[in-house]
């Protein structure tokens, strides 16, 4: 079954989120653990004995939700047989799922999400910027509603999160003059509780601060394919994720193509990896077929979830195709980004036809082996991978079942 984790971002939060992995799970308590280790503060007790006041503070929140779905993920991969195929997060959510895929160490996301939550929050004088949800109203009408004379350029898109919500960031006196105009056009406006315009222009100057120190951390390679909130479509490999990262708090949250990319590549199972289950709520209200909806926020969310029946297979031999062209690392230091992603978009189409193909039972194997080497072969050519590396490559797809020992690099 082709699975997606889904991690939440801030407003996920609550009293109590993480306590019964915590108390059940010897994991999860080391997981908690190391993240007090890591920030010099006792985060169990934050997250089950804090005041909602003092956790939802955006330098504390996105740490401790951090720390939960870490927990999660971890307690998952422990219990469960289960290889996920695509992660994804929500804002804050993308560094838990760069984190789960290995790509940036926990103790390192720890303080760096903990800067981001500082430098978000310190973008702007108490209270004098906010967040509104709006329900009811296309988002193309609220986009337009944002460039009225009276409020341009200081209010913006920040969430394209579907379900009929779009969210829009801003100086409070300019929230408060366009919520009047969305009710009196037909929708829902509720204020979120944040006190800053996150994911806007008014981002600017944390963004660049963030930008400073994401080029100190050292990011590994991605073991599964991660969603950037920016493009909605999978990192190329770790070395977009600085610039990715740093974009994300200026720009739009595009979760709903983030969704819309998971479903058109029939993903089956979606797991949201974390406390609460708000991204699972908007994901039904887009009624996907055929597609199962899990949490892991409460006991009972894991009861199903460790029942003999959420057992899933590991990925074909085809995934591991596409594993290994996710993963060999770039060293195409020439090629812009857009060059980058056009000459390896046709090539990772094909391979994912294949592993479609071969998940439907529709596979022709030793023709479409030699395909998806072929195929392998021309994106290791775009990243510019050296023959020792792309023999090292071919004798771990070997190992997990491809056969492709007889293919020689010279």
């Known amino acids: 079954m082709k699975t997606a984790l889904l991690f939440p971002g801030q407003g996920s939060q609550y009293v109590g989120m993480g306590k019964f992995l915590f108390v059940r799970f010897e994991t999860a308590r080391r997981t908690f653990e190391e993240a007090s280790d890591a920030l010099g503060y006792n985060v169990s007790r934050l997250c089950f004995d804090g005041s909602l006041e003092e956790l939802t503070r955006t330098e504390n929140a996105q740490p401790c939700i951090l720390t939960v779905s870490i927990a999660a993920y971890r307690v998952l991969l422990e219990n469960l047989d289960i290889e996920p195929y695509y992660c994804a997060g929500h804002s804050l959510g993308e560094i838990s799922a760069l984190t789960a895929s290995g790509a940036l160490a926990f103790t390192d996301a720890l303080r760096l999400v903990r800067l981001r939550g500082r430098l978000m929050q310190e973008s702007q004088q108490e209270g004098e910027g906010g967040m509104l949800a709006v329900h009811r109203l296309a ?13 341009r350029g200081t209010v913006a898109v920040s969430n ?26 037909g929708g829902s406006v509720v204020p979120l509780n944040v006190s800053a315009a996150f994911h806007s222009p008014l981002m600017k100057d944390g963004a660049a601060k963030f930008a400073a120190e994401l080029s100190c951390i050292h990011f590994q390679p991605l073991r ?67 597609c199962i909806i899990q949490s892991t926020d409460q006991e009972d969310d894991w009861r199903n979830l460790l029942s003999a029946g959420s057992r899933v297979a590991r990925r074909t031999d085809y995934d591991a195709y596409l594993k290994a062209a996710l993963c060999a690392k770039n060293y195409n230091v020439i090629d812009t980004a857009s060059d980058y992603m056009h000459k390896i978009a046709e090539p990772f189409r094909e391979l994912e036809s294949m592993a479609s193909g071969a998940r439907k039972g529709e596979a022709e194997s030793e023709r479409w082996k030699s395909l998806a080497v072929g195929a392998l072969d ?8 050296p023959a020792i590396r792309r023999v090292d490559i071919l004798n771990r797809l070997a190992e997990e079942g491809g056969n492709v020992q007889n293919v020689q690099y010279t």
């Open 224 to 290: 599964h394919w991660v969603l950037s909130n920016v493009t909605a479509h999978p990192y190329p490999d770790e070395n977009f994720i600085p610039a990715l990262l740093a974009e994300q708090m200026v720009s739009v949250v595009n979760w709903y193509s983030c969704i819309r990319f998971l479903l058109k590549r029939e993903t089956e199972r979606m797991i949201e990896v974390g406390p609460g289950n708000v991204l699972g709520n908007m994901l039904r209200r887009e009624k996907p077929i055929s």
């Open 139 to 151: 988002s193309s009408v609220i986009e337009a509603e944002c460039g009225r004379p009276d409020v």
């Open 378 to 385: 021309k994106i290791l050519d775009v990243k510019m991978t």
């Open 160 to 185: 394209l999160n579907g379900g009929g919500q779009t969210v829009i960031s801003g100086l409070q006196c300019s929230l408060n003059r366009i919520s009047d105009k969305l009710a009196l056009l």
